[in-house]
C-alpha cells in the first residue's frame, strides 16, 4: 500500500482543531449486531437485468418482501449504466415482471400479474392471468395492457423492427369463443377430475399439468401511438405440445423455439430441438437436431449461425452430463460444434444458493461479440461462476471476470460490448452491476442491501482443501461465528447440498449466515457427485449414491475436529434434497452426530421411483427399475437401515413438494423411529414445494431456519426447547 505523509496542520486548520476539542464527545458507532432470521424480511434481490440497446440504461425487476409477508412484491427499476443518477422505479407493482426493451429504446414491454400468488405454481383468478402490458419510456404516462387473453400472456419478445411482440400463451379455442360470447369461467360446469394417461404428470412448484393449456407462440402488432386500439393477437403454433418461448431471427423471418415432439419423452434420453416457424405464418421446421437436450440458445447477429448450451448423450448413460457450448451454421445443415469439448468444467452454469431472486427470471443466454469471433458466457469453476470468453475459432476458454463471486444473470448490448449482472458473494445478496468487455471494468449500479447490512456483523467463509479417505481434494466453506476464536472448539453443523449434482460456492447464503450468528460453525463442503468440478468428478457417483460422498462429508468433519475448531462431542447434520437422503444416509451409518435435520428428503428410494414428478425410466441413476433390481434399491435406501438410528431427527417436509414427495421421505423416517421409540419430529409447511428454502412464503423460510437451529440448540447445545416435548 502506499505510504501518506502527514502534513502539519495550517493555523486555519489548528483553529478549527482547537475549537473540536470543546465539542461535546459523540457515542462510537453502534456494534454491529449478529444476523437474524428475520432479516430476510428487509432483504432486497435484483432479477432480471436487460441493458437498452444504446447500452445506457438497465432496466430490471427489483424484488421485496410484501407488507403480510406470505409472498413477494416485483416492480419494475431501472439505473444508469453510467452511474450519472441513482436506481428509480420504473413501475409501482407489485406484480410486474419481465421487462424488455423495444430496438429503439422507447417501449419497455414487461408482464403484470394484478394478484401474484403468494407461491411459484400458485393459482389465481382468471382476472388474475399475466398480461403483456407497454409502456412509453420516452413520453411517459401509465403502462398500457396489450394482451387480454384467457390463461394470461408471457415471455414477451421484441421484432428486430419494433412493429410486433412475440409472446407465449395457453389460451385454446374455447377459451377464445367463452371470451368472445362474454362468458365467464362460473357460469358453466366445468370438470376437476383428472385422467392421467402420461408416466410425468404433475411438476413442483407447477401443480397437475393441463394438457389442454400447452403453451403456443403468438404475436401482436405494436400500435403505433398508444391511443389507438388493440389489435388481434395470432397464434403461429398449435398442437397438443408445447413450445418454448420465442426468440426472433435478426431479420424478423423467422421465430426460434425449443421443443421436444415426443409426447412421452421419458421413455428415451434428454432430448429437445430447436424450431423455427415463420413471423407471417405457417408448419414449423426443425433446424438444429442433436441427440441431447439443446438450452439456451442465441442466433449470430449476421442471422447465419446458432449458439447454444447443451450435451451429446453418452453411451453408456450418465448420472450427470457437464453441459457445453455448441455452435451450429443452421444455413447449410452442418453438424454443431462442440466449442468446449476439451475445457472440463461447467460452462453456462452456476453455484447455489438460498438467496438467488425468489420471483424474476434470471436469464444467461450465449452473447456473440460484434466481430462474431466470440462467444460469452457464464461458467462454474470450483465453486465460483464468472462470465468467460471462448474463441469460436479455436474454442479457447478465457476469464472475462475472476474472483470468489457468482454471476448470477446477465444480458447485453447487441453488440456484446457491455453487460448488465446480477453479482452475488457471500456477504452480498447481490446487485446490479455492468461490465464494459473492452476494458473488462465492472462497476456497481445498486447497493441495496448496504443500510442493513451495514448494522450486521456478517464474515465471509473460509476456503479448505481437505483430502477424503481416497486421497481425493474436495474443496469446502466454513462460516465461522462472529468473532471467532480459533483456540475455542464450536459446535459444529455440516450442511450437505442437494442434487446431487450441484455446488456450493461463493455466494451469499442466509442460512449458513444465520446459523454462525446463532454461534454454530458451519461446514458445506462439495463432495464427489458435486459440479463444478469436471465430469469425472461429478458422475463418479453414479449407481453409488449414496455412499462414497458420505465418506467425504465425513472426512471434513474430521478436518474441522482436527483442526480444534469442532466440538467432538457437538457435532450436527443437515441437507435438503439430495442433502436430505445423505443425512437420513449418514445418521443409520455412524452415531457421531448428536443431532440432525432432514429436509425435502428421500427414504426409499422404490417409493420415490413411483411417486416424483419426473421419471427414472432411463438408466441414469438405476439400472432398471425397483422390482428388476431390488437389491439395490433396498442397499441404498435409508430406511432399510433406519433401526440402526440414534440420532435425534427432524424431518421438514412441504406439502405440495412434488420433486421430493414426503410419502417416500420424510414421513417414512417419521413412521419409522416413532416405532422404534427415538427422538423424532417432522416439520410439515402447507402450500410449499420443493422450493421452500429459496422461494417458500417469507414467513415460512423463516420459521424452517427457527425449527433447524432449535432443534441443534436442544440436543447440541442442551438448551430448553419446549416445542418438541421431552427427548
Known sequence: MPVTRKRRPTPALAVLLLAAAFLPVLPAAAAKRPLTETDLFRFVWVADPQISPDGHRIAFVRVTVNAKKDGYDTALWVAATDGSEPPRPFTAGPGDSSPRWSPSGRQLAFVRAPAAPATPGGKAGDDEKPQIYLLDVAGGGEARALTDLPGGAGSPAWSPDGKTLAFSASANAKDLEKKKAGKKKDEEYESDVRVITRATYRQNGGGYDDLLHPGHIWTINVPAVPEAPLPEPRQLTRGDLEEGPPTWSPDGSVLYFLANRDPEPYYQRPDSDLFAVPATGGAPVKVVDVDGPIGDFTPSPDGKRIAFLGFINPKPERSYNQPDLFVVDHTTGVTPRNLTAAYDYDIGSGVGGDQHPP????????????????????????????????????????????????????????????????????????????????????????????????????????????????????????????????????????????????????????????????????????????????????????????????????????????????????????????????????????????????????????????????????????????????????????????????????????????????????????RALKYLKKPVVMVRFPDESHELSRSGKPWHRVERLRHIVSWFDKYLQGQKVDTYGAP
Open 359 to 670: 420471483r424474476g427470471d434470471q436469464p444467461n443466454s450465449p452473447v456473440w461479440s460484434r466481430d462474431l469471433r466470440t462467444l460469452y458466457e457464464v461458467s462454474a469453476e470450483r465453486g465460483r461462476a464468472n462470465l468467460a470468453k471462448v474463441d469460436v475459432a479455436t474454442g479457447k476458454v478465457t476469464p472475462l471476470t475472476t474472483g470468489d463471486r457468482d454471476v448470477v444473470s446477465y444480458t447485453a448490448t447487441p453488440d456484446g460490448g457491455r453487460f448488465a449482472l446480477v453479482i452475488s458473494t457471500p456477504t452480498a445478496i447481490g446487485d446490479l452491476w455492468t461490465l464494459d468487455t473492452a476494458s473488462g471494468r465492472l462497476a456497481q449500479l445498486t447497493r441495496f442491501n448496504d443500510s442493513l447490512f451495514a448494522e450486521i456483523d456478517l464474515t465471509p467463509p473460509e476456503e479448505i482443501v481437505y483430502k477424503s479417505f481416497d486421497g481425493k481434494e474436495i474443496q469446502a466453506w466454513v462460516q465461522r461465528p462472529p468473532g471467532f476464536d480459533p483456540a475455542k472448539k464450536y459446535p459444529l453443523i455440516l450442511d450437505i447440498h442437494g442434487g446431487p449434482h450441484s455446488a456450493y460456492g461463493w455466494t451469499f447464503d442466509h442460512e449458513f449466515q444465520w446459523m454462525a450468528a446463532k454461534g454454530y460453525l458451519v461446514l458445506y463442503p462439495n463432495p464427489r457427485g458435486s459440479t463444478s468440478y469436471g465430469q469425472d468428478f461429478g458422475n463418479v457417483i453414479q449407481y453409488r449414491y449414496p455412499g462414497d460422498d458420505a465418506k467425504d462429508l465425513m472426512a471434513g468433519v474430521d478436518e474441522l475436529v482436527k483442526r480444534g475448531w469442532a466440538d467432538p462431542e457437538k457435532l450436527g447434520v443437515t441437507g435438503g434434497s439430495g442433502g436430505g437422503i445423505l443425512t437420513n444416509w449418514i445418521i443409520t451409518q455412524t452415531d457421531r452426530f448428536k443431532a440432525a435435520v432432514a429436509q425435502r428428503s428421500i427414504a426409499d428410494w422404490s417409493s420415490f421411483w413411483y411417486t416424483a414428478d419426473f421419471t427414472l425410466f432411463t438408466p441414469s441413476w438405476f439400472k432398471g427399475a425397483p422390482w428388476e433390481d431390488p437389491e439395490d434399491y433396498r442397499a441404498r435406501s435409508p430406511i432399510t437401515h433406519v433401526a440402526k438410528v440414534k440420532t435425534p431427527l427432524m424431518l421438514i417436509e412441504g406439502e405440495a413438494d412434488y420433486r421430493t414427495p414426503p410419502g417416500a421421505g420424510g414421513e417414512q423416517m417419521f
